[in-house]
């Protein structure tokens, strides 16, 4: 619920304050839940977590140091969730992998309240002529991110035999439609790659990934070359090349962020956790690696990017399986959409996917997901 925002807009109207108090007092459980549950406070070591504990930190210091009640919180906010992050870690790599299992049961849940909008009020859900939540405001882009990896978790789960062909199936074709009514090309060729890299990691110990290997390349032959007219259409959304070059205007805006002249500790800490948006501007940054650089400064794309490096680099060296080869497609998923799309150092829902990604890479993980051990489908 944290990770979703405040229902600004949408078929039920909530006062800001009720708004405010289910979201962000959804944290305030979150941590009393862990909390109950690892009454003992018992942690996993994990480089991962600290690299991102270190930013939290670093993110604080740059939030508080400016005299801002916003930025202040967001700081806290932010080691807050990175707590509730750790106390979870004793449940890192047990067999059925219970966070990957709450993960897929989340956003099956939120394409399900998706889904459900669109049937009550079309109009209102595709609006703009792309889909978006309705019973609880969410943007197409964020819709566009629950979908493709709910699809993408069950095409890697279901060819690395730990789901039923029919199971991948209920959570794959909803989650594709979806994601193509989104129209959002990130989302999409994030899942695509990530999907490569699975399969490639499972080419070795699955003959059912080197089955699906050949078919596609099969498949990309015989029927998307002849539909690359309606693929390209798709793709362009009715922009001109100007607008593709610049990614819909948004190098535009990122352009402001560089140029702003700041003190050399704003340059290095950035200017406090913000709201994802240009200082000064308030137009919308939609690139992590630009939000972190003027939020949590050159520290911040520093340590952004060793969080994904210590997961790849971890992935390498873990014997290839389906908990490698889902953790590959978190990481690579993340990584591509982080281009284009905000969040991948704050508290959002990429942090709950490379968390995910850690939990199935630690020792003793490979076992975590056996052919139809812990049935991932019959759980969502």
């Not at 290997?213 to 001109?240: D, N, Y």
């Not at 794309?301 to 290839?320: G, H, S, W």
């Amino acid at each position: 619920m944290n990770v979703l925002g405040p229902p600004e807009a949408g078929l039920f109207h909530l006062p800001k304050f009720a708004a405010e108090v289910i979201t962000q007092g959804s944290l305030v459980s979150a941590v009393l839940l862990a909390l109950i549950a690892n009454p003992r406070v018992r942690l996993r070591p994990s480089l991962y977590l600290g690299i991102f504990t270190l930013l939290g930190l670093t993110s604080l210091m740059s939030s508080v140091r400016l005299v801002s009640v916003g930025t202040a919180y967001r700081g806290f906010r932010l080691l807050a969730f990175i707590l509730v992050l750790w106390l979870l870690t004793p449940w890192w790599g047990r067999r059925g992998a219970p966070l990957l299992r709450a993960q897929l049961g989340f956003l099956c849940g939120v394409i399900g309240i998706v889904v459900v909008g669109a049937l009550v009020s079309p109009g209102l859900a595709f609006s703009g002529g792309r889909l978006h939540g309705v019973i609880w405001p969410i943007p197409g882009t964020q819709v566009a991110h629950y979908s493709a990896e709910a699809a993408g978790l069950a095409g890697v789960l279901w060819i690395g035999k730990v789901i039923r062909g029919r199971q991948a199936l209920l959570i794959a074709v909803p989650a594709s439609v979806v994601l193509v009514l989104t129209h959002t090309r990130t989302a999409l060729g994030g899942a695509v790659a990530g999907l490569v890299v699975a399969v490639l990691s499972l080419l070795v110990v699955r003959r059912r990934a080197r089955r699906v290997f050949v078919v596609s390349i099969a498949v990309g032959a015989l029927v998307l070359v002849p539909l690359s007219p309606l693929v390209v259409s798709w793709l362009a959304r009715g922009e001109s090349t100007t607008q593709i070059m610049d990614l819909s205007g948004r190098t535009k805006f990122w352009d402001l962020v560089f140029a702003e002249q700041r003190p050399m500790t704003n340059e290095v800490l950035g200017n406090g956790l913000a709201n994802g948006q240009v200082d000064g501007y308030g137009y919308p940054i939609d690139s992590s690696w630009v939000e972190d650089y003027q939020d949590q400064g050159i520290a911040g794309d520093v340590l952004t990017a060793c969080m994904f490096v210590a997961l790849l680099v971890c992935a390498a060296y873990r014997p290839r399986g389906p908990a490698t080869a889902v953790a590959l497609f978190l990481v690579v998923y993340c990584l591509i959409a982080s281009f284009t799309e905000d969040g991948a150092g704050i508290a959002s829902q990429y942090a709950m996917d490379l968390t995910v990604a850690a939990s199935l890479l630690v020792p003793g993980a490979v076992q975590s997901l056996r052919p139809r051990v812990g049935d991932l489908g019959a759980a969502v």
